[in-house]
C-alpha cells in the first residue's frame, strides 16, 4: 500500500492498494457516510428521444453505504449515493452508484473525523505491506496445507490430499 496523501486537518486521505490484503485493510477503514471519490464510467441516458445511451468516465464522491472486497477480482466495490461528481451536467445527485477499485488506483476517502489512531494504522501498514509474504507447509500422514503468512495473520491457500491407502482407498501394497 502507498499512501498517496495524508490531511488530518481535512479529515481526508488517498492510498492506492497494491495487494488484496491492502483492499481489505482499507475496507476497514471506511465507514458508513464517509466520502469516498475515484473514477468510474457510467451509463448516461439521453434526454431528447431517438438519441441513443452512452458510457463517460467522470470523477464521482459517493457517501458510503456499503464496502465489500472481492477476492475473486481483486477489487473493492464501494455503494452509496453519489454527493458530487464531474462533469456536473452528467451527475445525477443523490442517485445510488458503486464505485470499484482495481489495485494500483487511487481511493480517496473523507471521514467525519480521522483520529490519530487511524493515521498510525495507515503508516504502519503501508511499512508492513513493504515486508515479504512468506509460504508454510504444514505436514501430516494424509495432506499438506499451504498457507501465506504475514503481519495481519495466516491464510489459507490450499491443502494436497496424500489419497493414500485407508478406509477409502483399498490397496494391496503395504507402504511405509
Not at 498510525?120 to 501498514?125: G, H, I, P, T, V
Not at 493414500?164 to 511405509?176: D, P
Amino acid at each position: 500500500m502507498k499512501i498517496l496523501s495524508l490531511k488530518p486537518l481535512e479529515n481526508t486521505f488517498s492510498v492506492e492498494c497494491h495487494s488484496l490484503e491492502d483492499m481489505e485493510f482499507v475496507s476497514r477503514m471506511i465507514a458508513p457516510n464517509d466520502l469516498v471519490s475515484g473514477e468510474t464510467d457510467r451509463n448516461i441516458k439521453p434526454r431528447e428521444p431517438g438519441q441513443k445511451p452512452f458510457r463517460i468516465k467522470m470523477h464521482l464522491t459517493i457517501r458510503v453505504n456499503e464496502v465489500s472486497v472481492d477476492e475473486h477480482t481483486h477489487s473493492l466495490r464501494v455503494s452509496g449515493t453519489i454527493e458530487n461528481g464531474s462533469p456536473p451536467e452528467f451527475v445525477e445527485m443523490h442517485a445510488q452508484h458503486a464505485l470499484v477499485f482495481n489495485l494500483f488506483q487511487p481511493i480517496r476517502v473523507q471521514k467525519n473525523q480521522l483520529f490519530s489512531h487511524d493515521i498510525q494504522r495507515l503508516k504502519e501498514r503501508e511499512k508492513e505491506s513493504h515486508k515479504p509474504l512468506y509460504l508454510g507447509i504444514v505436514l501430516d500422514d494424509e495432506e499438506a496445507t499451504i498457507l501465506q503468512v504475514s503481519g495481519s495473520g495466516l491464510k489459507e491457500l490450499g491443502k494436497i490430499n496424500a489419497l493414500r491407502s485407508g478406509k477409502q482407498f483399498k490397496s494391496e501394497k503395504k507402504e511405509n
